[in-house]
């Protein structure tokens, strides 16, 4: 049977429905990491020159990191010319800023280790000391988000030291408990999410001109009885 082009206007919705979650599902795809032991060797791809593990620059390796995670290609050399890195570092409103102007938007946040286990990961953490316990005046590091498969621990990376550790828990020995969060990635224009939103209101203009079309035999039928003679006048 030959399908009408009202007949037509579902299966073009369902396509264009389907290409608009596939793709996506593919531009907000972030990155996993697995690990074998309790402390491991950071991958190859976070791994930086020996300047970027000096104190001032773990502000802006965690960013890195934390770029990595969210799949979005950014030199470590343009994150630091962003966060303005003097001798004493940089603060969470830096890296936020810098994150911004590299259009991925994101909010400062403060809570308690059980709150911190509800917000969306990977986290930049603002911390007294580094996971190796050594003590400083501030150091970042990036919180991926708890694992199962080891016992719910959470995975951790440190730039500076090149270590990805899991720990039971963030306790307020180490964790100041301020982080940097991503925010929904469609509140900033980049081109992916301009893709994104446009592929959305083709959807959406689809649904609306099926539903037009799917109504307009019933109206037509309706119009054309009031206007047609009675039989016999």
């Known amino acids: 049977m030959k399908l009408q082009p009202h007949d037509k206007a579902p299966l073009i919705v369902r396509a264009l429905v389907i290409t608009t979650l596939a793709l996506g599902n593919l531009l907000f795809l972030t990155g996993q990491t697995s690990a074998a032991d309790t402390v491991i060797e950071t991958p190859e791809h976070y791994r930086k020159e020996s300047k970027w593990q000096v104190g001032p620059y773990c502000g802006p390796s965690s960013l890195y990191v934390f770029f990595q995670l969210l799949d979005k290609g950014v030199s470590l050399d343009r994150i630091a010319e962003l966060c303005k890195v003097t001798d004493e570092g940089c603060s969470l409103e830096d ?3 810098a ?3 590299l259009g991925v938007k994101t909010q400062m946040v403060r809570g308690t280790s059980e709150e911190l286990a509800k917000l969306t990961m990977p986290l930049i953490i603002h911390s007294s000391v580094g996971l190796d316990d050594s003590e400083g005046s501030g150091h970042f590091f990036v919180l991926c988000g708890k694992d199962n498969a080891y ?3 959470y995975l951790l990376i440190d730039p500076s030291s090149g270590q990805m550790v899991y720990r039971d828990t963030i306790d307020g020995r180490n ?3 301020y982080a940097l969060m991503a925010t929904p990635p469609w509140y900033v224009a980049t081109a992916k999410n301009c893709l994104y939103l446009l592929l959305t209101a083709l959807a959406v203009t689809a649904c609306f001109i099926a ?4 109504n307009e035999p019933s109206v037509a039928l309706s119009q054309n009885a009031a206007i047609t003679p009675a039989p016999g006048v």
Do not use: D, E, V, Y
């Open 95 to 97: 890296l936020r800023r």
């Open 99 to 101: 994150a911004l102007a």
């Open 151 to 153: 016992g719910g621990k």
């Open 175 to 177: 964790w100041s408990g």
């Open 211 to 214: 539903f037009r079309r799917q």
